[in-house]
T-cell receptor, first 115, second 109 residues
Framework: EPEVTQTPSHQVTQMGQEVILRCVPI?????FYWYRQILGQKVEFLVS????????KSEIFDDQFSVERPDGSNFTLKIRSTKLEDSAMYFC?????????????FGPGTRLTVL | DAKTTQPTSMDCAEGRAANLPCNHS???????VYWYRQIHSQGPQYIIH???NNETNEMASLIITEDRKSSTLILPHATLRDTAVYYC??????????FGTGTRLTIIP
């Protein structure tokens, strides 16, 4: 069964460093998402991406964050200058369609630890 | 999206049916009820969704009351692998999923 994959599974970085989290969505999906979950807290929406542009973003997704689909398979989340509070699990998700039948398929997550 | 209310936690004996309630009294006519679960910090997993009719798939059944103000997710024969946090989400077609705190379901051997 096709699945969303994410690399790395765990990333440790120093505060102020740039990190890139990578995701390979399911191959025929058109809509892509990033969510994050700080330890012990809710899963929070960051951004949705369709047709090579951001379709919606949350207040969390400020200028330090960016997303890109550099080729036909990868979907990346970049954090330019990490802060301690960026430590969280980051989940990528994809969906074949949008709207009411939007079943989002999530990857296993990348645990980001900022020291 | 309408707000949902779920119990914080529930226990269920292995092999029995697990019934997880969700209140969504402010749901509007075009909003769907979705259920996801999250097993121990893994990525959330889609379970089922519905508008007003009851729905069933290979994982679960979804019962929505006639007034649509509440729903129940039923796992017919719970196994230890069903231990997870279950999220009831009401949405109107927005891109994003808005997760609450969910119900922590523990299956007891």
């Amino acid at each position: 069964e096709p699945e969303v994959t994410q690399t790395p599974s765990h990333q440790v970085t120093q505060m102020g460093q740039e990190v890139i989290l990578r995701c390979v969505p399911i191959s025929n999906h058109l809509y892509f998402y990033w969510y994050r979950q700080i330890l012990g807290q809710k899963v929070e929406f960051l951004v949705s991406f369709y047709n090579n542009e951001i379709s919606e973003k949350s207040e969390i997704f400020d200028d330090q964050f960016s997303v890109e689909r550099p080729d036909g398979s990868n979907f990346t989340l970049k954090i330019r200058s990490t802060k301690l509070e960026d430590s969280a699990m980051y989940f990528c998700a994809s969906s074949p369609t949008s709207g009411f039948y939007n079943e989002q398929f999530f990857g296993p997550g990348t645990r980001l630890t900022v020291l | 999206d309408a707000k949902t209310t779920q119990p914080t936690s529930m226990d269920c004996a292995e092999g029995r049916a697990a019934n997880l309630p969700c209140n969504h009294s402010t749901i509007s006519g075009n909003e769907y009820v979705y259920w996801y679960r999250q097993i121990h910090s893994q990525g959330p997993q889609y379970i089922i969704h519905g508008l007003k009719n009851n729905e069933t798939n290979e994982m679960a059944s979804l019962i929505i009351t006639e007034d649509r103000k509440s729903s129940t997710l039923i796992l017919p024969h719970a196994t230890l692998r069903d231990t997870a946090v279950y999220y009831c989400i009401v949405r109107d077609g927005n891109e994003k999923l808005t997760f609450g705190t969910g119900t922590r379901l523990t299956i007891i051997p």
